[in-house]
């Protein structure tokens, strides 16, 4: 069997696999750097076998249930990870700029400009139009364009 081994993946299998990475990522079981790292080489791989050596040492992903099993709570919000991290980062940077701001104005003795609401604010805005229109954009390997909620931007990447 090893012909069956060296069977070439697709575009789309490659995105199932860091799919699962991402649930991996969610669940613990891999660090960002782990991840990363994971999600490069996965997207590097070019056969059955190398895209395997990715997931190699995680547990498999349990079977689906049937839908009329599944169970959702209402009305609860769920984000993808890549927005999760997003918000993680922005809620890190913003207590870091508030600290900081709070012991220069304990060292200071006085109440300075509050100047974290120029990180946190905008920042913040744009994550939360973001998540609340679910904009999202795309890159495509082999045009180099962006594409925003099917239109194409103009800006290409190299």
Same mark, same amino acid.
């Given at each position: 069997?090893?012909?069956?081994?060296?069977?070439?993946?697709?575009?789309?299998?490659?995105? $199932? &696999?860091?799919?699962? *990475?991402?649930?991996?990522?969610? /669940?613990?079981?891999?660090?960002?750097? =782990?991840?990363?790292? @994971?999600?490069?080489?996965?997207?590097?791989?070019?056969?059955?076998? $190398? &895209?395997?050596?990715? *997931?190699?040492?995680?547990?498999? /992903?349990?079977?689906?249930?049937?839908? =009329?099993?599944?169970? @959702?709570?209402?009305?609860?919000?769920?984000?993808?990870?890549?927005?999760?991290?997003?918000?993680?980062?922005?809620?890190?940077?913003?207590?870091?700029?508030?600290?900081?701001?709070?012991?220069?104005?304990?060292?200071?003795?006085?109440?300075?400009?509050?100047?974290?609401?120029?990180?946190?604010?905008?920042?913040?805005?744009?994550?939360?139009?973001?998540?609340?229109?679910?904009?999202?954009?795309?890159?495509?390997?082999?045009?180099?364009?962006?594409?925003?909620?099917?239109?194409?931007?103009?800006?290409?990447?190299?």
């Amino acid at each position: 069997m090893e012909y069956a081994d060296n069977i070439r993946i697709s575009d789309s299998e490659r995105e $199932q &696999v860091v799919n699962e *990475l991402g649930r991996h990522l969610t /669940a613990g079981r891999l660090t960002i750097d =782990e991840f990363d790292q @994971r999600v490069a080489q996965a997207y590097r791989s070019v056969t059955q076998v $190398q &895209v395997r050596q990715v *997931l190699r040492d995680l547990p498999a /992903a349990p079977a689906p249930a049937p839908r =009329e099993i599944r169970s @959702r709570q209402p009305g609860r919000l769920r984000l993808p990870s890549h927005q999760r991290i997003e918000w993680l980062a922005w809620l890190a940077a913003g207590s870091l700029n508030i600290a900081i701001w709070g012991i220069i104005s304990l060292a200071t003795g006085v109440m300075i400009y509050f100047w974290p609401v120029w990180v946190i604010g905008p920042w913040g805005l744009v994550l939360l139009s973001r998540t609340l229109l679910g904009r999202e954009g795309t890159y495509s390997k082999v045009t180099g364009t962006v594409r925003c909620n099917n239109r194409l931007s103009a800006a290409a990447h190299n």
